[in-house]
């Protein structure tokens, strides 16, 4: 692998990783995610490129605001550092590709699932479904390898041909949501709402029979 296109994905993921923060920061208290520019919570001043560098000006600044010094949450740092090390973690792995582009924006995806679940115990709908949408038609395009052994045995009667992506996709979704809707009911609220229509959102992104795993 080119050390120079590492360095690039690693830039990129650590660009990616501050625009996840600002997703996190913003999606649950229902702002906007492109208006207004950077700003700090605490004192309302607006950002310079300076303050945000990824990684590093939160290093150089100590972790607080230049302005008003109060405390930037570490999860910031955090969710900039692991965005860039799994770009170049996933680059290394699939190698430049169309694989490469899904599963990155997968990897997006459940780090803000997972660190606004972290923080406010929501998964949040309009995360959710959007990307339900999006999983579907990524499902048609995929390439058929990961038909599952069922599927593959249709195919010799039916040809599945461009839909049996989209087939494994609704199969795996319908799956991982009635199974685990199930289990919120004989929990009564133990498993939340959220994590039902997140393991949906799995199927539909693995397909069947992978949603079993
Ligand atoms: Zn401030």
Known sequence: MEIVLIIVFLLLGLV????LNVCIDRLPAKQSIISPPSHCPAC??????????PVFSYILLKGRCRYCKSAIPKRVLLVEAVAGIGFVLLLCFYG?????????FY?????VIFVIDLEHHL??????YPCAVTALIISIFLPQLEISPSLAIAGHFFDL???SGIVSALLGGIVGFVIFFIISLLTRGGMGEG???????IGLIVGYPLIFV
């Open 123 to 128: 998964i949040l709908n309009k995360v959710v």
């Open 195 to 201: 994590d039902v229509k997140m393991v949906g959102l």
């Open 96 to 104: 430049v590709g169309p694989e490469l582009a899904v599963t990155l």
């Open 16 to 19: 990616v990783g501050s625009f």
């Open 44 to 53: 309302d001043k607006r950002l310079s490129v300076k303050d945000l560098i």
């Open 107 to 111: 990897f997006c995806l459940f780090l």
């Open 161 to 163: 041909g461009w839909a």
